[in-house]
Each structure stands twice: as structure tokens, then as C-alpha cells.
């Protein structure tokens, strides 16, 4: 069991009884299913799981979409403290033995585990969330232009602010959270000058907790916050409802990731303080892929989701955000920028 503070969410107890198989699998349901048709897909979440409101339940929402119009019985499991490659690898070899089809590592963590398990279930085809490294004939990587949408966050904070200070709050300090980092930095710079970005990443490595601790990213926050920041993106995945919820405490902006944070349920008690989302359609990669097995031609290969083809975006459900016809105006010319190349966003 992980041992993380969660901002409550009503109703995911219940949700993850009837979605959560055993983080390993248990061997003795494996017999069970392995000669049976295929009986959806199956999602390993990486850290923060479900209920993160944000990079996982995107995914999840992907999956509940396939079972809602394919008939699939699919499933989820949760990571484990302290686990290592080996339960990753069995995990998921696990899920494909029991007649699961996709098998989705979500989080680029997944990376190694779903190369040796691909190689092992050439017939079963395997998707990763993130990471691009993998070329094997059964694998999708489904990777994101997140620098773009960042890069849209980043003119909505410069014309939000008026202290001229905004935040960014990257989980882990990875070269994937950087791209967020670069594209946001690159946005402010372009749209205000005289605007000071404060970064922060709040750790190292994933295990320590950088994507699943709310109160390391609160923290984080009302530092950046104590230092005049009056907006700040987080991309931290679980550690990003901290940044959120201190946003809202010192009635300043915070802007979401992944999803669109402003209608999420347990976040409601804060979502006048969301100003957008940058978001990424993890939902429609994981329907996509389920959908290509569905019609026997399953997607493989490198799947990027850009701001061209809808696979980036920035969320308008704010009304204050939405109404903001200078800001919009802003949004819209770098949103075409970016489409026919004129704007080229960094990703480090």
C-alpha cells in the first residue's frame, strides 16, 4: 500500500474496487484467463496512481471509454513502495498472460519493463506513456509535445501576473518535467519582459516521492508564493494538488496539468484559484490504442501528440481565463505560431 497524502476524492474508493487488480498479479488468476478472448486493457499505473486528478486519471478515463463502448471488462493496477524493474516486468507479463490487450505502462518509468515484457508476448501489444526509446513491433510509445502547451501556460501567466514573479514546480527533475519547465519559461519570455521565473523541483528521483506527496508540493509553493510568485504551474502529478490548494490559501493563481484541473471533483473546494490547464490527451492515446487492437491493426511505433493534432492543449473552463479577450488574443496568435512554425518551442 503507498503511503501518500491525498486530497480526498469522493467516490474513488468505490471506483477502485471495481477497477484495481493486485498491484503483481496474483498467479493463481492467471490460469484462469490466459486462454480466454481478449478481455481489454489493462493500465500500470506509475506513482501517484489513481485518484492523482491529473496524469493517471486521464488515462484511466481513456480506459472506462473502451470498456464503455467495446464491452471490455479492463483493468488497473497500483505501483508498490519500493518495488523494483523485476515487479514491473512481472506485472505486466502478468497482465498479458491473463488475456489483457493493450498492456499500458503509464510513466516513462515503465520503459524497461515494457520492452522485456513485449519481447516476451510478441502477440500482445504493449503501449508507454512517455517515453519513445522503445522500437519493437508491438510497442506504441505515446509521447506528448508538452513544451508546446507549457509554452501557452507560460503567455497566460505573464499576462496574468501583476508582481511580475510567476512559479514553476517540476516533481521530479527529469528531462520529460524539463520540457514542461522550458516551454513555460520560453512563453513568459516571449509574451513580458521583465517577468522573473522561479523554478523548483521537488526531488531527485520519482521514489522519493516527487510526483506523489501533496505537502512537498504545498511547501514548494507558499516558498515561491512568500517570494511574490502570484501564479504558479506545477507539473508534478499527485505532488501538483499541494501547489493547487496553497494557490488558493493566498488567494493567488495556480495553473493545472495533464487534465483539466478546474472541473475535477476533488478539486472543486479550489477551482476558482485555476486559471487553465496545460493539458495533454493521455485519455484519447489510451482510447486510440485499445481502439487499433479492437480493429486488428494496432497502433506501433512513435504516437506524439502535438498541439496540431490535438494531442496538447490549454483549458478555457475558467471563466475569468476564458473571458480575458487580451489574454485569449495572446493565446490564440502563439497557438498559431506554434502550428505553422514560426514559434519554435524548447524542450530543454
Known sequence: MRRVSRITVAGVATAALALTASACGSSSNESSNSDSKNLGLALAYDVGGKGDQSFNDAATAGMEKADKEFGYKSTAVEPQDGESEADKVQRLETLAKQGYNPVIGVGFAYAPAVKAAAAKYPKTTFGVVDDEQIKADNVADLVFSEEQASYLAGVAAAKTTKSNVVGFIGGVDVPLIHKFEAGFKQGVADTKKGVTVKSQYLTETAAEGGFSSPDKGEAAAEGQIDDKADVV????????????????????????????????????????????????????????????????????????????????????????????????????????????????????
Open 233 to 348: 504551474y506545477a507539473a508534478a502529478g499527485l505532488s501538483g494538488q499541494g501547489v493547487i490548494k496553497a494557490a488558493n490559501a493566498n488567494k493567488v493563481w495556480a495553473i493545472g496539468v495533464d487534465s483539466d484541473q478546474y472541473k475535477q471533483d476533488a478539486l472543486k473546494a479550489y477551482k476558482d484559484s485555476i486559471l487553465t490547464s496545460a493539458m495533454k490527451n493521455v485519455e484519447g492515446a489510451v482510447y486510440d490504442l485499445a481502439k487499433s487492437v479492437k480493429d486488428g491493426k494496432p497502433e506501433t511505433g512513435v504516437i506524439r501528440g502535438s498541439l496540431s493534432n490535438g494531442g496538447v492543449s490549454l483549458s478555457n473552463s475558467n471563466p475569468v481565463f476564458a473571458d480575458n479577450k487580451d489574454t485569449q488574443a495572446a493565446i490564440e496568435k502563439a497557438t498559431a505560431g506554434i502550428k505553422d512554425g514560426s514559434i519554435k518551442v524548447k524542450t530543454s
